[in-house]
């Protein structure tokens, strides 16, 4: 083995190594919080609120017939997304019944794992248990997490899934940098293109990203911002093993598995489609036989009806612009300016002569509203850092809310929810900032304080989102209580009414 490896390359080149046992305790904790504070009430309201009237329906109709149904009049019954977010749902309905508990459980499942996968990442991104596990409690102590991971809605699933293609890109740069290291130690010429081996979590990024889709089309802009990091860590990688043609030689490969993540995606969405092409009942499963008046399908046919579907569901998202009491534009998410209200009722008992009995989604307000400083800081260090941590984390929080604001000259309805998918990178934003104000451990005296300060700040922090969240969970949980106390907790008065 070569030990001639410089020092700076084997820094830039090796990973955070294997996770400790304080982690995962700490990780185990977190996640466990998140998980009981979800199973608590879960069947608080018993019936259906908001599109639970839609997805919980389709889940059933999807266990039952492979396709969504229309039981008016016993036909095929069209809607503009994807089946995976419905048959995720529809697992727990197999499992324990068409009822609140059933049609809700799997969303609290995917809440709570996206918990733990948000801790995993952020201890690998900064190495830091304390970090990683304000991450893991700042997920678990939002509102609209909250409130969605007890939904049977469809955004919680595509958030999940973008973040399981997260954790596998950030895998897979660590497992391809450990694998540049290793050609060096072993003696290796970097410039004579040594073979990397399959990468094994970049395909599951891919899957992962294609099923992201499958439950909602948003997920295609994490399709195409995973595909260019793809790039960008490659061609740094080979820049850090110091092979001279990093650029020439590691664009050809580096684009060729853009498009095998892209390609890759594409195989993972149709097959979330499999109820429709095993079925003959599906909505336009055969449309262009019986539009040319064809006996059977061709073989191709699927696949072209199933275009000729996307386009239908296309012309139907860019044409929406019905007004609705809850619609909201993207400048106004981070700012909380219209949250949506799921149930309401003035049954009680609450102890008070007149109750209030609500499922508001709102983030919980002092996380959100520390949501834009935190990426201006993050900005500003990731410039004064040169830290591609910080870039990668800003670049997946926009991801999710920037590309919305292209829709609204067409004045296309939108919904606050929208954003949960920005949620993750936008908690692991104001963990890079409070890890910035903590500082780096050092052993000397002045350095020790500052840490000492920072650490009570950043403390103050967590302690004061856990009070708002708890002061707002009568809210997000449909808890009766007094409907004095339920005004009083709408803070932008009639923006969140």
């Known amino acids: 083995m070569n030990t001639g490896v410089p020092d700076i390359v084997r820094r830039r080149l090796a990973g955070p190594g294997r996770f400790t046992s304080g982690f995962w305790l700490a990780a185990a904790l977190v996640t466990g919080v998140g998980l009981i504070l979800r199973l608590i009430n879960l069947t608080r309201p018993k019936e259906v609120m908001f599109d639970e009237v839609y997805y919980a329906n389709e889940a059933q109709d999807l266990l039952q017939r492979g396709v969504e149904w229309n039981p008016e009049d016993n036909t095929p019954q069209y809607v503009v997304h994807p089946p995976l977010g419905k048959w995720m749902i529809g697992l727990g309905e197999q499992l324990f019944g068409y009822n609140a508990f059933g049609w809700r459980i799997m969303a609290v499942v995917v809440g709570a794992l996206s918990i733990l996968l948000v801790t995993m990442a952020a ?42 293609a997260f954790w596998f890109l950030v895998l897979d740069r660590e497992h391809r940098r450990r694998r540049w290291l290793r050609l060096l130690e072993d003696g290796a010429d970097p410039d004579k293109r040594p073979k990397l081996g399959v990468p094994w979590y970049r395909l599951a990024c891919a899957v992962a990203l294609g099923l992201a889709c499958g439950v909602k089309w948003s997920g295609l802009w994490y399709v195409i911002l995973f595909a260019a990091l793809v790039v960008v860590f490659d061609l740094s990688a080979r820049r850090s093993a110091g092979v001279r043609r990093w650029l020439a030689d590691g664009l050809p490969e580096a684009f060729g598995w853009t498009l095998a993540i892209i390609g890759l995606a594409v195989v993972a969405y149709l097959g979330t489609w499999w109820g429709w092409f095993a079925s003959d009942d599906g909505y336009f499963r055969h ?23 996307h386009e239908a569901a296309y012309g139907f998202h860019t044409t929406l612009d019905a007004s609705h009491p809850y619609q909201s534009w993207p400048w106004q998410w981070l700012l909380l300016g219209r949250p949506v209200l799921f149930s309401f009722e003035q049954a009680g ?14 983030g919980t307000p002092l996380l959100w509203w520390s949501f834009l400083p935190a990426l201006i800081a993050l900005g500003w260090l990731a410039i004064a850092r040169r830290d591609g941590r910080a870039w990668l984390i800003m670049a997946c929080a926009l991801a999710g809310i920037v590309p919305w604001f292209q829709s609204m000259p067409a004045h296309r309805t939108m919904f606050y929810f929208y954003a949960l998918p920005a949620e993750p990178f936008l908690v692991l934003a104001v963990v890079y900032v409070l890890g910035a104000i903590i500082g780096p451990p050092r052993s000397t005296a002045p350095d020790s304080d500052r ?13 004061l989102v856990a009070a708002c969240f708890a002061y707002f969970y009568p809210i997000y949980s449909g808890e009766p209580i007094p409907y004095a106390d339920w005004l009083a907790r709408m803070w932008l008065g009639s923006r969140w009414i």
Do not use: K, Q
């Open 123 to 164: 201890w690998r991104l900064l190495r830091s248990t304390v970090l990683a596990a304000t991450a893991g409690l700042l997920m678990s102590l939002d509102g609209m997490h909250f409130v969605l991971s007890r939904a049977a809605l469809l955004d919680i699933f595509l958030m999940f899934w973008i973040v399981v």
């Open 349 to 362: 008992p609450c102890g008070a002569a007149s109750c209030a009995d609500s499922v508001l989604l709102l």
């Open 287 to 309: 449309w262009y036989a019986e539009t040319n008046a064809l006996p059977h399908d061709r073989p191709i046919d699927p696949l072209i009806n199933l275009w000729h579907y």
């Open 451 to 463: 840490r000492v300060i920072g650490a009570v700040i950043a403390g103050t922090y967590v302690l």
